[in-house]
């Protein structure tokens, strides 16, 4: 069982940059490929961000492709989101994911980490 534990949301304003971890709970962590998900208020959930498990690619949404960075460090155990010029449409509870395989169901989540930008 993988523990995943999100951090470093917050309140800011359009246009300001936030850093969003991810830290799990398993020496494991490296052999999963990792996702951001978020969820706006009255929303269903969609996807973010993917990084492979060797952190050698990597896939985005189209609303934040340019904006946002994905990045892991294994050694850590831990993932990043790294979101520049932030909207207010970005205003949602983020969350990170580990799946064993690249193109299925994620196998654990986190319980989410809440990101208001305010206009």
């Known amino acids: 069982q993988v523990q995943l534990v999100e951090s470093g949301g917050g309140l800011v304003q359009t246009g300001d940059s936030l850093r969003l971890s991810c830290t799990a709970s398993?020496?494991?962590?490296?052999?999963?490929?990792m996702s951001w998900f978020r969820q706006a208020p009255g929303k269903e959930r969609e996807f973010v961000a993917k990084?492979?498990?060797?952190?050698?690619?990597?896939y985005y949404a189209d609303s934040v492709r340019g904006r946002f960075t994905i990045s892991r460090d294994n050694a850590r155990n831990s993932v990043y989101l790294q979101m520049n010029s932030l909207k207010p449409e970005d205003t949602a509870v983020y969350y990170c994911?580990?799946?064993?395989?690249?193109?299925?169901?994620?196998?654990?989540w986190g319980k989410g980490t809440l990101v208001t930008v305010s206009s």
């Open positions: 994911a580990a799946a064993s395989n690249l193109w299925s169901n994620m196998d654990y």
């Open positions: 398993e020496r494991t962590f490296s052999s999963y490929h």
């Open positions: 990084i492979t498990w060797r952190g050698d690619t990597t």
